[in-house]
C-alpha cells in the first residue's frame, strides 16, 4: 500500500462471486499483474451478508487503499456488489469498472434455483436482494461489460431452459446495461472466464484504454 500511495498508481481490485473466494481469482489476477498493474483480490461473504453489507464492506476496503481511484474487475455477482458500493459511496472513485458475466438485468438461473428446497439459502442475501430492488443506473466509472456465449456451467442444471445464448449461468441479454456501449462477447462459459487468456486480455485493454479489443469473427 505504501508503494501504491507514493507513485500514485490506480490499483485493480478483482471481486470474486458466488459460492467462492478470492483464491478462484488467482489465475486471472496473475494475467492482470502482468500487464503492469498492481492487483488487489477482494474476498467477501457471498451467501451470508446482505448486498449493501457487503457493498460497505467493499468501500471501507477501497478506502482502506489510501488512493484517489481504483479500477476494478468484477465477476457475476462480484459486479452488482461493486455496481452496489458506487450507488451508495459516492466518495470512492472508481475510474473503470469491467463486469464480467455479472447478472445486472435479471438472473433466470437463480429465479430457477430459488424454487428447490433450500434454493433461496443457498443464492444467500445478496443476490436476493439486488433481484428485488430497482437496479442502479451506472454514473460513477467508465464501464466496460465482458459476456460469454459459451452455454456451459452450473446454471443449466438448474435451469435447462435457460434462455440462449448463454455462459451456462448467465444469459447475454441480462448482462446488458443501458447506456454502456462498451461490451465484448467471448467464446467462454461463466466459469471459464476466470482463467481465459482472452478475458484477461479484454480486461487489461479496457483498464488501459477504456476499449475492448475487437473480436475476430468467423
Not at 98 to 103: C, D, I, S
Not at 182 to 188: E, F, G, N, T
Request: aromatic share 6%; glycine share 10%.
Amino acid at each position: 500500500c505504501i508503494a501504491l500511495r507514493m507513485n500514485s498508481i490506480e490499483p485493480v481490485i478483482i471481486i470474486h462471486g458466488l459460492w467462492v473466494n478470492g483464491l478462484v481469482m488467482s489465475w486471472l489476477a496473475r494475467r492482470i499483474r502482468r500487464c503492469g498493474f498492481a492487483v488487489h483480490v477482494y474476498s467477501y461473504p457471498s451467501v451470508r451478508l446482505s448486498l449493501t453489507e457487503n457493498a460497505e464492506r467493499l468501500a471501507r476496503y477501497c478506502a482502506s487503499l489510501g488512493v484517489p481511484r481504483v479500477h476494478i474487475i468484477a465477476h457475476s455477482i462480484g459486479g452488482l456488489i461493486a455496481l452496489k458500493m458506487l450507488e451508495t459511496t459516492p466518495t470512492i472513485s472508481c475510474s473503470r469498472l469491467v463486469l464480467a458475466g455479472t447478472p445486472y438485468g435479471d438472473s433466470f438461473a437463480a429465479h430457477r434455483l430459488a424454487r428447490w428446497p433450500g434454493g433461496s439459502a443457498l443464492l444467500g442475501r445478496s443476490i436476493t436482494e439486488w433481484l428485488n430492488q430497482p437496479r442502479p443506473g451506472v454514473h460513477a466509472a467508465e464501464t466496460g461489460i465482458i459476456a460469454g456465449n459459451r452455454g456451459f456451467g452450473l446454471g443449466r442444471l438448474v435451469a435447462p431452459d435457460l434462455p440462449r445464448p448463454n455462459d451456462g449461468v448467465v444469459t447475454l441479454a441480462e448482462t446488458e446495461i443501458p447506456g454502456v456501449i462498451h461490451r465484448v462477447v467471448l467464446a467462454v462459459g461463466h466459469s471459464a472466464m476466470l482463467i481465459s487468456r482472452d478475458a484477461a486480455r479484454q480486461c487489461c485493454a479496457f483498464l488501459r484504454s477504456g476499449h475492448f479489443e475487437e473480436v475476430a469473427t468467423k
